[in-house]
């Protein structure tokens, strides 16, 4: 199982070559951090830290626990990577980060303005503005929202294959699918998780943070939203 | 200057590929997201780069790619192709079946096909979501892109 990544530039004036170099520099960025912080590679930094054989965790490594640190307080733990079965795994945030990092290399790179698209997390550059489609849950060929991202978005659900949503408290899990649009995509990713998995609680966390929209949609097919979300574009 | 690129790297988890649009964003319909790992990704260790859109196919055309059926209705894609480059990928033939409705704070799930969205004239550029639409967008813009033998 993987993740695709896409990328959507506009490259203004740049010549072609030059955008061809900074998308291999970015996709090189994206697989630098796959090596480091895969969960399924044994010999990943991440993999021998989970192994206890890591005594001094890199410059990104330690970026990484902060930031999970910081999602974690911020969600009241209901995004918790230390309640992961098989022990710490940040995979909840290390993607759109990730994301964001290859973003970066774009932006410093030139483009005019660029999407990047790591398995459903997507952030945008600043100061531009796409329309984003919100898979729907149940309907395959449909969406359930389209929502304006001029920062970030991410979409946490139970229907999604390979992704295992836990319950740091030991409960149900209270969505079939969350979004997160707004901030920066490492924590937005993180909150989607965590808004999955805490459902009304989180979404209350969510309605009082700035910059963050957010709604989920529970297994009997009910949405729940902040009181600013809007769930299409005009 | 209007192409796409796809990259597909090979790893057990990650990132293991990487597909890009480029051009403006009034220009490029649906993004492509998706290749399908399951059958397009080499399980091994290698990396491979493949660069559609190298202008042997046609200069110009206009292909829909096979209707894909779901239990919940029909997908297919459609793709632009000028000057040996593509230039629009965009979801075809889809209906509605529900507008939104609104109870107090509980909402009932939009669901939001195609044509409403082109009615709308709403555009979009990518999804975030689930991942096995995403690769029906992939398998159908494949099969449009073999339809022109544009590979």
Same mark, same amino acid.
């Not at chain 2, 796809?6 to 319909?29: D, E, H």
């Not at chain 2, 859109?53 to 059926?69: K, S």
């Not at chain 2, 889809?94 to 009932?108: F, I, N, R």
């Given at each position: 199982?993987?993740?695709?990544?896409?990328?959507?530039?506009?490259?203004?004036?740049? $010549?072609?070559?030059?955008?061809?170099?900074?998308?291999?520099?970015?996709?090189?960025?994206?697989?630098?951090?796959?090596?480091?912080?895969?969960?399924?590679? $044994?010999?990943?930094?991440?993999? *021998?830290?989970?192994?206890?054989?890591?005594?001094?965790?890199?410059?990104?490594?330690?970026?990484?626990?902060?930031?999970?640190? &910081?999602?974690? &307080?911020?969600?009241?733990?209901?995004?918790?990577?230390?309640?992961?079965?098989?022990?710490?795994?940040?995979?909840?945030?290390?993607?759109?980060?990730? =994301?964001?990092?290859?973003? =970066? #290399?774009?932006?410093?790179?030139? #483009?005019?303005?660029?999407?990047?698209? =790591?398995?459903?997390?997507?952030?945008?550059?600043?100061?531009?503005?796409?329309?984003?489609?919100?898979?729907?849950?149940?309907?395959?060929?449909?969406?359930?929202?389209?929502?304006? #991202?001029?920062?970030?978005?991410?979409?946490?659900?139970?229907?999604?294959?390979?992704?295992?949503?836990?319950?740091?408290?030991?409960?149900?899990?209270?969505?079939?699918?969350?979004?997160?649009?707004?901030?920066?995509?490492?924590?937005? &990713?993180?909150?989607?998780?965590?808004?999955?998995?805490?459902?009304?609680?989180?979404?209350?966390?969510?309605?009082?943070?700035?910059?963050?929209?957010?709604?989920?949609?529970? $297994?009997?097919?009910?949405?729940?939203?902040?009181?600013?979300? *809007?769930?299409?574009?005009? | 200057?209007?192409?796409?690129?796809?990259?597909?790297?090979?790893?057990?988890?990650?990132?293991?590929?990487?597909?890009?649009?480029?051009?403006?964003?009034?220009?490029?319909? @649906?993004?492509?997201?998706?290749?399908?790992?399951?059958?397009?990704?080499?399980?091994?260790?290698?990396?491979?780069?493949?660069?559609?859109?190298?202008?042997?196919?046609?200069?110009?055309?206009?292909?829909?790619?096979? @209707?894909?059926?779901? /239990?919940? !209705?029909?997908?297919?894609?459609?793709?632009?192709?000028? !000057?040996?480059?593509?230039?629009?990928?965009?979801?075809?033939?889809?209906?509605?079946?529900?507008?939104? /409705?609104?109870?107090?704070?509980?909402?009932?799930?939009?669901?939001?096909?195609?044509?409403?969205?082109?009615?709308?004239?709403?555009?979009?550029?990518?999804?975030?979501?689930?991942?096995?639409?995403?690769?029906?967008?992939?398998?159908?813009?494949?099969?449009?892109?073999?339809?022109?033998?544009?590979?």
């Amino acid at each position: 199982m993987g993740t695709v990544v896409s990328f959507l530039v506009d490259p203004g004036d740049l $010549p072609d070559e030059h955008v061809d170099a900074l998308l291999d520099a970015a996709a090189a960025e994206l697989h630098r951090l796959d090596e480091r912080f895969s969960t399924w590679k $044994p010999n990943s930094e991440l993999s *021998r830290f989970r192994r206890g054989e890591v005594a001094t965790p890199s410059a990104l490594l330690d970026e990484v626990i902060a930031r999970c640190e &910081d999602a974690r &307080d911020v969600t009241q733990g209901f995004f918790d990577p230390w309640a992961m079965a098989g022990g710490f795994d940040p995979t909840g945030l290390v993607k759109g980060w990730a =994301a964001q990092r290859a973003l =970066a #290399v774009l932006a410093e790179g030139g #483009v005019a303005s660029a999407l990047v698209n =790591a398995g459903g997390d997507v952030c945008v550059t600043p100061g531009s503005s796409y329309d984003v489609g919100v898979q729907h849950p149940r309907e395959r060929d449909a969406l359930c929202a389209v929502v304006r #991202v001029d920062s970030s978005a991410a979409t946490s659900g139970t229907y999604e294959r390979g992704e295992h949503l836990v319950n740091p408290f030991g409960g149900e899990v209270a969505a079939v699918s969350a979004t997160v649009v707004g901030g920066d995509l490492a924590l937005t &990713d993180a909150l989607a998780t965590a808004l999955a998995v805490g459902g009304h609680e989180v979404l209350s966390l969510l309605d009082d943070l700035a910059g963050l929209e957010a709604f989920y949609i529970t $297994p009997g097919g009910v949405l729940y939203k902040t009181a600013g979300m *809007r769930l299409g574009v005009d | 200057m209007k192409r796409i690129l796809t990259l597909l790297g090979a790893t057990a988890a990650g990132f293991t590929s990487v597909v890009a649009l480029y051009g403006s964003p009034t220009k490029t319909g @649906v993004l492509l997201k998706a290749a399908t790992p399951t059958t397009a990704v080499p399980t091994g260790g290698s990396t491979t780069t493949t660069t559609i859109a190298t202008g042997t196919g046609p200069a110009n055309a206009t292909a829909v790619g096979p @209707v894909e059926n779901y /239990s919940y !209705g029909q997908l297919a894609v459609k793709v632009v192709i000028a !000057g040996h480059r593509i230039v629009d990928l965009r979801v075809q033939g889809l209906q509605t079946l529900d507008a939104y /409705s609104t109870q107090l704070e509980q909402y009932v799930v939009p669901i939001l096909k195609t044509e409403v969205l082109k009615a709308q004239g709403i555009r979009i550029n990518a999804i975030t979501g689930a991942t096995y639409t995403s690769e029906a967008y992939a398998y159908s813009i494949q099969g449009a892109l073999d339809k022109l033998r544009f590979k």
